[in-house]
């Protein structure tokens, strides 16, 4: 599962303070992290060294980030591209590249929902394995075909909505997933409700998963998300 | 008048127009045929008078020139068959029997001697005698047994007896009905033909003028590259659509600085957000006591709170301007309702609330995803905010008309009395509402940003109502209204 260890990463970002942060952060999550301020760098930069994924910010000094992306793309960078936006809307053409395979991120953002879409960017691009027809994450069994899942062996009365819900976690057990990454995965939107909608289908999906008595798998990260825990 | 099922060009105003200009083309051409028809009838009954006084003079020299024998008569009678041979307008397969020309003689005492004609002249003498008949001066006569009056002229001889031409107006009434109906058909006929060309012609030009309001009306909502299309002539309406468009110019310009603007303000404080964010996360995620958490923790949460006001306050700014950008695609609000109350039913119950959609299946619109998403999100959010326990939430999905209806109703508190007026403004919000005063700003605006509408409101019963309205996507067929129940408890 540690495939991403080794992956080379490209961030252009031209503010200072941004660029610090996710250097840091990218380089914890284990990506080996080159930086440039501006379209110029980073050309140079795409050219020269072999990079798997790169995320550009499409407001740059020098030039647009759409434009650098296409110029990128002709020049034979294949890689995929997050982009990032502190746009209103969503351009026309970030649509046509999310179509092509590229993913965007609204600024601002969560770290966990940066580094989640990036590895669903390396994982699209990765020869496809056999999907899984089972997941397990410890004593938690998901049987994807049937919609069924147990835990210790015991069947879970679980709602197609939290049969969904679970998977998720599940798929990025050990990960943090935020409450705006389970809003986009599970029901399909990308919405920011001031209620906590999303915590109390957490909370009833983790009364049925986490039984008293057992080891409580679904922990509650404030402020960030929640994670499976997978050891 | 019209009703709206009725098709469009009974409403347009090429109808109207073509209408009141036939009703004078009718009346003019109508005036013009009466009069022709006049002047064709005297003509005709010019003719025949000149040929009755022409035969009656000749009838007249014949009866006083021929000695009073018994050949008399006979020449008389020979004299007055020839002349009705040659009635002027006779119709050539008139039957050989002399029914159109009568030939009468009396003598001093006013009877009868001599007849030539249909039937035995009794009553055409006792209609003569009825009418003063002045010589040489044709009149009408009407006599008993004939349908058809009579022309009839006289003259006095010389023994003092008076002889009688009659001629009947059977060929010239034929000839004139006949005229008339020649002229009633072409009459209707120009009138149809002039109906036809006034529609056609106004209904060309004034098709431009619609096409100039649809692409108008079109560019209202955040399509401002569209023009309103010109034409190659230089008239009033290619006039209209060049000044539109030179409008249009100015619209966009000043809009796409209000967007240069917002994006910018967005840009300027989403990326200080961003670069706070990712350091109050990171200063997180370090192994840390719940209590020093705690206020990284509130920190992050303001901070997306912030975020998202900023987002609205700017999506509600533009779309005052009628300046928000949408991406318009196909979505079903049947579905999305069903989805939205599977993501808010656990928060709903767990308050105690009920929430239950009334839908009478898929309903497509044409929208922006996002924004309508985030526009349901809000309306839920609001109901789960500031609804007391054992409420219901009742949603009513239906079209009507020509767009997509969604009621939603509460049996709860209500509206403040002294917002009630001015809902839909910024900064407005209940005395006991912890929100930021965006919400129905917010809804207002996505529904004006899609051409549709809201109004809020206390229902009579207590409890608030909010109604929406969008317009549909074109190629959806109104379907049959309310038919499923879908309970969402």
């Known amino acids: ?231 | 008048m019209f009703s709206k099922t009725a098709k469009p060009a009974l409403r347009s105003a090429a109808w109207r127009i073509s209408l009141w200009a036939t009703v004078a083309f009718a009346c003019g051409t109508l005036l013009v045929f009466i009069f022709l028809h006049r002047f064709v009838a005297d003509d005709i009954q010019r003719r025949s008078d000149a040929w009755l006084a022409g035969e009656i003079e000749v009838l007249g020299d014949v009866a006083e020139q021929t000695p009073m024998n018994a050949l008399h008569d006979r020449v008389v009678e020979e004299v007055a068959e020839l002349a009705s041979k040659e009635v002027p307008n006779r119709e050539a397969s008139a039957s050989t029997s002399n029914d159109s020309v009568f030939f009468l003689q009396t003598g001093r005492d006013g009877s009868l001697t001599l007849w030539v004609g249909a039937g035995n002249g009794v009553e055409n003498l006792k209609a003569i005698q009825a009418s003063r008949i002045l010589p040489d001066h044709p009149t009408h006569l009407r006599v008993q047994g004939f349908a058809i009056p009579f022309r009839v002229a006289s003259t006095r001889i010389n023994d003092g007896s008076y002889i009688y031409l009659g001629l009947s107006e059977r060929d010239e009434l034929r000839v004139l009905r006949s005229l008339g109906l020649r002229f009633i058909l072409l009459w209707f006929l120009l009138v149809l033909l002039g109906f036809g060309i006034v529609f056609f012609t106004t209904r060309r030009m004034l098709s431009h003028v619609r096409e100039i309001a649809e692409a108008a009306s079109r560019i209202g909502h955040s399509d401002l590259h569209a023009r309103v299309p010109t034409t190659r002539h230089n008239d009033e309406v290619s006039h209209l659509a060049l000044t539109l468009n030179r409008m249009l110019d100015r619209i966009e310009s000043s809009m796409h600085q209000l967007h240069t603007i917002t994006d910018s303000l967005a840009h300027d404080l989403r990326s200080p957000l961003t670069a706070i964010r990712g350091k109050l996360e990171m200063s997180l995620s370090a192994a840390m006591q719940v209590e020093q958490a705690d206020p990284i923790v509130s920190a992050i949460e303001e901070l997306d709170r912030l975020t998202d006001f900023l987002n609205k306050s700017l999506d509600v700014a533009e779309a005052k301007a009628d300046a928000l950008r949408l991406n318009r695609v196909p979505l079903d609000l049947d579905e999305l309702l069903r989805i939205m109350i599977d993501l808010y039913e656990p928060s709903m119950s767990e308050k105690g609330l009920q929430l239950r959609l009334h839908s009478g299946g898929p309903l497509t619109i044409e929208a922006d995803e996002a924004l309508i998403h985030r526009m349901i999100a809000n309306l839920f959010d609001n109901e789960l905010k500031h609804l007391p326990a054992a409420c219901t939430v009742n949603l009513r999905l239906r079209v009507e008309d020509a767009a997509a209806s969604l009621i939603l109703e509460d049996d709860g508190p209500g509206f403040d009395v002294e917002v009630l007026s001015h809902l839909f403004e910024r900064r407005v919000k209940g005395k006991e509402s912890n929100g930021h005063g965006l919400g129905l700003a917010f809804v207002d605006a996505v529904a004006r940003a899609h051409g549709g509408s809201v109004a809020a409101g206390n229902r009579d019963g207590g409890g608030a109502r909010i109604s929406l309205i969008f317009p549909r996507a074109a190629n959806e067929q109104a379907k049959a209204p309310m038919a499923a129940i879908h309970r969402a408890s």
Not at chain 1, 50 to 76: A, N, S
Not at chain 1, 139 to 145: G, M, R, S, T, W
Not at chain 1, 209 to 219: F, M, N, S
């Open chain 1, 1 to 231: 599962m540690h495939y991403y260890l080794l992956m080379r990463l490209l961030l252009v970002e031209d503010e200072i303070d941004i660029q610090s942060f996710l250097r840091t952060s990218l380089e914890e999550a284990g990506y080996e992290v080159e930086a440039a301020a501006d379209g110029k760098t980073a050309e140079r930069l795409a050219i020269d060294g072999e990079f798997d994924i790169l995320i550009v910010d499409l407001g740059l000094p020098d030039q647009d980030g759409i434009t650098l992306i296409l110029k990128l793309r002709q020049l034979g960078v294949r890689a995929p591209v997050l982009i990032l936006s502190a746009r209103r809307s969503v351009d026309d053409r970030v649509r046509g590249l999310e179509q092509g395979g590229d993913d965007y991120l609204t600024k601002p953002f969560a770290l966990a929902e940066l580094l989640a879409r990036l590895r669903n960017l390396l994982k699209r691009n990765s020869p496809a394995g056999s999907e899984a027809t089972r997941l397990r994450v410890l004593d938690l069994e998901l049987y994807l075909l049937r919609r069924e899942a147990t835990r210790a062996g015991q069947v879970l009365q679980l709602t197609p909505q939290e049969f969904v819900l679970l998977e998720y976690l599940c798929r990025n057990a050990g990960r943090v997933v935020t409450r705006s990454m389970i809003l986009d995965k599970v029901w399909g939107m990308r919405i920011q409700p001031d209620t906590n909608v999303v915590d109390v289908h957490i909370y009833r999906l983790r009364g049925k998963v986490d039984a008293p008595g057992q080891q409580p798998l679904i922990r509650t990260l404030r402020g960030v998300g929640y994670v499976l825990k997978d050891r």
